[in-house]
T-cell receptor, first 111, second 113 residues
């Protein structure tokens, strides 16, 4: 079945640092790819998505590009803020099926 | 639009008891999926309901059952609770026909003692 691998956390950065969170997936066919974010004590919120190869999803300064050749969807942000501290989940999704999540990557940003 | 709403937000149960969690999907959505998220882990898929039928199921025992009502709301029932069932239970709604992304509720924190 489909699966996802994210870099181990926690990731600890200072404010305004550059962020990369690696994500690779295995899937049959061509899934859509999502990044969800979970703030402490809350549910998951969709951060960004890409539905086909070479698509770039972006939101709130975060970006990720659908790389079919490397089956990757790495999350990047040029300048993180303290408010970005959260757990980030990468998830491939075949249409009509359930999202598959990895363990997530905890980001901690200090001022 | 209230988004996805779950109730209750927290509850405490004793081993062996039964629990029912509820979810109202986002307006316009017809599909509800349930996930279990243990502390420090990613959400694990339990099952998905569409047109009042269980459409897809993850690797969870039969103690976990569900229901979807004509108004698309859903319940998750867990029987014979174990300590290991303590987790955050997340409901996600989507529109199967429109292939929309999933929207999540805030979750129900279940503690089994």
């Amino acid at each position: 079945g489909d699966s996802v691998t994210q870099m181990e956390g926690p990731v600890t950065l200072s404010e305004e640092a550059f962020l990369t969170i690696n994500c690779t997936y295995t899937a049959t066919g061509y899934p859509s790819l999502f990044w969800y974010v979970q703030y402490p004590g809350e549910g998951l919120q969709l951060l960004l998505k890409a539905t086909k190869a070479d698509d770039k999803g972006s939101n709130k300064g975060f970006e990720a590009t659908y790389r079919k050749e490397t089956t990757s969807f790495h999350l990047e942000k040029g300048s993180v803020q303290v408010s970005d501290s959260a757990v980030y989940f990468c998830a491939p999704n075949q249409a009509g099926t359930a999202l598959i999540f990895g363990k997530g990557t905890t980001l901690s940003v200090s001022s | 639009d209230a988004g996805v709403t779950q109730s209750p937000t927290h509850l405490i149960k004793t081993r062996g008891q039964q629990v029912t969690l509820r979810c109202s999907p986002k307006s316009g959505h017809d599909t509800v999926s349930w996930y279990q998220q243990a502390l420090g882990q990613g959400p694990q898929f339990i099952f998905q309901y569409y047109e009042e039928e269980e459409r897809q199921r993850g690797n969870f025992p039969d103690r976990f059952s569900g229901h979807q009502f004509p108004n698309y709301s859903s319940e998750l029932n867990v029987n014979a609770l174990l300590l290991g069932d303590s987790a955050l239970y997340l409901c996600a709604s989507s529109s199967l026909n429109q292939n929309t992304e999933a929207f999540f509720g805030q979750g129900t924190r279940l503690t089994v003692v």
